[in-house]
């Protein structure tokens, strides 16, 4: 039957077992291509004609930016699952992509203002694409400040899905808002369909740093979906092979 | 090399922010890591004091 796969999803002690050994297959290539990405993009990437060297900053900023909603996302995704089909992994993993992604939103917020200053002529500015930024912050504070105020696990699961799965609104606002409203921030440059507005050697460091963050992405999910699922399963016998007692 | 550092007279936008991002992917690696410890420090302390129900013919499971 098709849907076995969907089935196992929701065993524990399979997408334990699953999340260990797909853990090094995300991290190992997503080190090398940040990595490829850093050298590329700090020294081999032309300065720009307009903005000099300060334009650097978008091979860290637009990639963070990308992970924010990105995770979010998932995170949203991943809670429908759960209050839909009322699996547990399915929350665990929601819970598990809120702290990454509120760092990384954090990150892009702080990188944005760092180029801002220069390019701008300030840090902050409260333009559409930055102040939704700042809402989808609040949204993983929300959802984590949620899941901490009950103590029932279960409970936990069920309001911090609802706040995720509403907040998703937020993501398309977050996208579009340098479209439907006059922004000082620039149209998208690399999620967009079509040809690229970079030459080469700045969009090809640019997709490498996207294509690392994300499988970075993974390899932190897999991780703490880990944990997640040992703390969910207390004393589930299947625990007693996988940490050894 | 002292031009690559000051970054045509950017440094203090480009530093920080790859200071701050690469700071973010070092702690998540190690906040998600410090995670897995712990639950498996935490599962094996909660095992520890449920040991499993002995089996139906008396011996240990």
Same mark, same amino acid.
């Given at each position: 039957m098709a849907w076995t796969w969907f089935h196992r999803l929701g065993s524990p002690p399979y997408v334990y077992g699953l999340a260990a050994r797909l853990t090094p297959w995300f991290a190992w290539p997503a080190a090398a291509l940040i990595a490829y990405a850093l050298y590329a993009g700090l020294v081999v990437a032309p300065a720009d004609y307009q903005q000099g060297e300060g334009y650097r900053i978008i091979f860290l900023h637009a990639p963070s930016a990308w992970m924010s909603v990105m995770v979010y996302t998932t995170m949203a995704v991943a809670a429908a699952v759960g209050l839909i089909w009322r699996i547990k992994v399915a929350h665990a993993a929601a819970a598990s992509c809120a702290a990454i992604g509120a760092t990384f939103t954090f990150a892009t917020l702080f990188t944005g203002s760092m180029w801002g200053?220069? &390019?701008? @002529?300030?840090?902050? $500015?409260?333009d559409p694409r930055v102040t939704s930024e700042l809402l989808l912050l609040f949204l993983y504070l929300g959802y984590m400040a949620l899941r901490s105020a009950f103590d029932d696990v279960q409970r936990a699961d069920r309001a911090s899905a609802v706040l995720a799965v509403v907040g998703v609104v937020n993501v398309p606002i977050i996208h579009y808002s340098v479209i439907w409203w006059n922004s000082l921030h620039q149209a998208p440059s690399v999620m967009?369909? @079509?040809?690229?507005? &970079?030459?080469p050697e700045m969009y090809i460091p640019m997709l490498a740093m996207f294509l690392g963050f994300t499988l970075l992405f993974g390899a932190l999910l897999l991780t703490r979906l880990r944990a997640e699922v040992l703390n969910r399963e207390r004393? $589930?016998?299947?625990i007693r092979d996988v940490v050894g007692t | 090399m002292n031009d690559f550092f000051a970054m045509g007279g950017y440094a203090q936008y480009v530093w920080p922010s790859y200071a701050i991002v690469l700071a973010s992917i070092v702690l998540n690696i190690y906040w998600a890591r410090r995670s897995l410890a712990r639950a498996r420090i935490d599962a094996r302390k909660r095992l520890a004091m449920n040991p499993p129900a002995p089996s139906a013919k008396g011996e240990p499971a």
């Amino acid at each position: 039957m098709a849907w076995t796969w969907f089935h196992r999803l929701g065993s524990p002690p399979y997408v334990y077992g699953l999340a260990a050994r797909l853990t090094p297959w995300f991290a190992w290539p997503a080190a090398a291509l940040i990595a490829y990405a850093l050298y590329a993009g700090l020294v081999v990437a032309p300065a720009d004609y307009q903005q000099g060297e300060g334009y650097r900053i978008i091979f860290l900023h637009a990639p963070s930016a990308w992970m924010s909603v990105m995770v979010y996302t998932t995170m949203a995704v991943a809670a429908a699952v759960g209050l839909i089909w009322r699996i547990k992994v399915a929350h665990a993993a929601a819970a598990s992509c809120a702290a990454i992604g509120a760092t990384f939103t954090f990150a892009t917020l702080f990188t944005g203002s760092m180029w801002g200053k220069p &390019m701008w @002529g300030t840090y902050w $500015a409260w333009d559409p694409r930055v102040t939704s930024e700042l809402l989808l912050l609040f949204l993983y504070l929300g959802y984590m400040a949620l899941r901490s105020a009950f103590d029932d696990v279960q409970r936990a699961d069920r309001a911090s899905a609802v706040l995720a799965v509403v907040g998703v609104v937020n993501v398309p606002i977050i996208h579009y808002s340098v479209i439907w409203w006059n922004s000082l921030h620039q149209a998208p440059s690399v999620m967009k369909l @079509g040809k690229p507005t &970079m030459p080469p050697e700045m969009y090809i460091p640019m997709l490498a740093m996207f294509l690392g963050f994300t499988l970075l992405f993974g390899a932190l999910l897999l991780t703490r979906l880990r944990a997640e699922v040992l703390n969910r399963e207390r004393t $589930a016998t299947w625990i007693r092979d996988v940490v050894g007692t | 090399m002292n031009d690559f550092f000051a970054m045509g007279g950017y440094a203090q936008y480009v530093w920080p922010s790859y200071a701050i991002v690469l700071a973010s992917i070092v702690l998540n690696i190690y906040w998600a890591r410090r995670s897995l410890a712990r639950a498996r420090i935490d599962a094996r302390k909660r095992l520890a004091m449920n040991p499993p129900a002995p089996s139906a013919k008396g011996e240990p499971a």
